[in-house]
């Protein structure tokens, strides 16, 4: 049972797994928004151009057939007459279609942001391999997209028949209108069904968005095995940053040793600590502290500095509480400033001695 159950996916997906999905184009989204939402920007958009698009058409149809009905008609005309046609209807629809396009792309940044990868375009085995293809087929999701598709036929049908139904006496007398006010009555019978199939299909898109939602998360859960993985793929094998962290205390163990020959004193506890400090008043503002260590290192530290006749003097007071206070590569804090001036000033003499 703890193996099943450390096994679930019962983590929230991190932050890298959801870049990394990001990255390949797998996002939460609802084709039904982008549906809606150009659909919506259509209606609202013959709304306002629809009597300016109508009076043009009107303009047009009349145009066309005037000059089509004229005698001297040629295939030079006919040409002209085509180009004119093709430019008149662009500038016609041009609004809704600009609208329709600006509104599309809105929707998809709304959903998923600024996105452009060429991931999903990529050619894959599992693309091609009939068995996955099969079991997309079977699959929940492919369920779920084929009751969206019969609902929505449904809604559809039933929204348009009852429509139709309501002006069904109105389209009885149209034998007995003029062709102006036929397709007016078309166009308002049209629209009032788009129109309510729209406010539908809103709902069902908000519905769909957050089920697309709902199972884009599940769908990225992670397994409790697979966090800690990603931890340490971020963090480091804790082994291989112990080791790292070893072999950085050893580097600045041996370059800290190194540093003692240069030492001008070195202060003892007498055994248990020992600190070397190296002062030039040419070179320095203050003596620096160039290697510290208790036990075996403070060993090491007295061992060098005898091979190389620095003198060690002992104070246990100072030793002590510079240990505890500065670190190798440091200047002495001006604390110490006269308890290291009093054993400089010995080490001098004591060299003007021998020298002598």
Same mark, same amino acid.
């Given at each position: ?26 996002? &939460? ?74 509104? /599309? ?27 996955? /293809? ?22 559809? /049908? ?74 340490? +793929? ?56 160039? &290697?510290?260590?208790?036990?075996? +290192? ?59």
């Amino acid at each position: 049972m703890a193996e099943e159950s450390f096994d679930e996916k019962t983590e929230p997906a991190s932050d890298k797994k959801r870049q990394e999905s990001r990255n390949k184009g797998s996002v &939460a989204k609802s084709s039904e928004v982008n549906s809606v939402a150009v659909l919506a920007a259509a209606l609202f958009l013959l709304k306002i151009f629809g009597p300016w698009m109508y009076h043009q058409l009107d303009f047009f149809c009349r145009t066309s057939f005037q000059m089509i009905a004229h005698p001297k008609m040629d295939m030079q005309s006919f040409l002209a007459l085509s180009n004119w046609s093709i430019l008149f209807m662009g500038k016609v629809c041009m609004p809704v279609v600009l609208g329709i396009l600006v509104v /599309g792309v809105l929707a998809n940044i709304i959903q998923v942001g600024f996105l452009f990868t060429m991931e999903p375009l990529m050619p894959k085995m599992s693309k091609i391999n009939p068995f996955t /293809g099969i079991g997309r087929l079977i699959s929940l999701q492919s369920l779920v997209e084929l009751l969206k598709s019969i609902l929505k036929i449904v809604i559809i /049908g039933f929204v348009a028949y009852i429509i139709m139904k309501d002006a069904y006496p109105k389209f009885l007398v149209l034998s007995d209108v003029s062709v102006g006010a036929m397709w007016l009555l078309m166009l308002s019978v049209a629209y009032k069904i788009f129109f309510w199939i729209t406010m539908i299909l809103i709902v069902l898109a908000v519905l769909d968005f957050a089920y697309q939602r709902f199972d884009f998360e599940k769908k990225l859960r992670m397994t409790r095995q697979e966090v800690k993985e990603e931890r340490k +793929q971020m963090d480091g094998d804790p082994q291989i940053k112990a080791r790292v962290r070893s072999l950085q205390r050893e580097m600045a163990r041996r370059r800290m040793m190194e540093a003692v020959p240069k030492a001008t004193v070195v202060v003892t506890n007498p055994t248990y600590i020992a600190i070397a400090i190296r002062y030039e008043s040419a070179e320095m503002n203050a003596p620096v502290v160039v &290697a510290k260590g208790k036990r075996h +290192q403070a060993e090491r530290i007295r061992a060098l500095a005898a091979e190389n006749n620095i003198p060690i003097y002992e104070n246990k007071p100072l030793a002590r509480a510079m240990y505890d206070k500065v670190e190798p590569g440091m200047e002495v804090p001006m604390e110490f400033y006269t308890a290291v001036a009093e054993i400089l000033a010995y080490v001098y003499r004591l060299k003007t001695r021998k020298a002598a």
